[in-house]
């Protein structure tokens, strides 16, 4: 490790970066899982979170939490930090906005310069598209960055093509992986409460939004009624974000000819991940429906509207996904037919990986985590 604590008695404690406290089931997971590999090395470390939503943020992860935006509280905060943490989740990145990627680069600038030591930690990178973007991406990583753990392989092919060397890079998979399940009366209570029936056959939609939504919610639609006509599963819409997501899973609801259920509730991540641990099949958009349903061995069908969904499911050795811009109805039907060939917890080689890269995980974030201590 390049970088070492400081010796001050003064300095201890954790502060985590990333998209946290904006209502997305899977970044809270991540985090969450962020918080549990801590607290397995120090149950009493201080830990404070950096979310759009501190008071619930603090309430749900019984962790200190401020604004992700008041950096002078930031600042003030680092001063005493021994570790800073960014990640879970794909936040080098420029998709979404470069101002997203500036600000989570400032971050990491800030608590090197308070001498805190700084992992990034389950990370996905990419794409970082514009040209200043990525020089500054890699001068920023490669300064201020002690360790980074990846959670797919494309994500380390793109730190290399940037010229990011310096910092410990370790292979590691989604934090959101390794969710607790739910206790199993209550996940039943919770099916119920859904309207879900042990006997019936289900394939869930996760769906958020996408340039190309507003054709493609026909398309959901049709794929629905297929997936029941074919092969007999009703359709469950799950919002995964429900501030973002329950508007289009009910635009795609209301085009079925049969009757799905729409899930659009506040849900936590393990409730999640229990009612599609429950599913036969899966179709996602969303990244972390398809971490959840890789967790628990549902059949899978995924839609690539960013690099990250294709990388994750290229990593766990599933094949089973299109690109976004080659999406289509018989595309689709052409998945569900594959999804629903599989029956739950088929898919051996998909699943010995999977299993394989938890394992990996583990020990990487306990080793990692220990020389932080």
Known sequence: MKAKLPSSPS????????????????????????????????????????????????KEHSVQSIHSFHLPALWGRLKNCALFISGGGTLIQDTSSTRSLLYYLLCLRLAKMRGCSVMMYGCGIGPVRRKRNRKAAAKVIERCVDAITLRDGDSLYELKAMGVCSPEILPAIDPALFIED???????????????????????????????FPRAAE????????????????????SMNRGEDAALARSAAALCRHTPIILDKSLSAAEAAGLISRMNALVGMRLHSLVFAAKNAVPTAGISYDPKVAAFLKYIGRSNFVEAELFSAQALEKMIDAAAALLPGTNETAEEMIAELKYVSRNTAEKLLAKFE
């Open 11 to 58: 300095r201890g404690g954790v502060i985590i970066s990333g998209a946290h406290g904006m209502g997305n089931i899977g970044d809270e997971a991540a985090l969450g899982r962020i918080i549990a590999e801590l607290r397995s090395i120090d149950p009493s470390m201080p830990i404070c979170v950096l979310s759009r939503s501190p008071a619930q943020t603090a």
């Open 182 to 212: 739910m206790d199993g009366e209550a996940l039943d209570a919770l099916l119920k409460s859904c309207g879900i029936e042990d006997r019936e056959a289900y394939i869930c939609f996760c769906l958020r939004p996408w340039e190309g």
């Open 219 to 238: 398309l959901f639609a049709g794929a629905a009624d297929y997936a029941f006509e074919r092969h007999g599963m009703k359709s469950v819409f799950l």
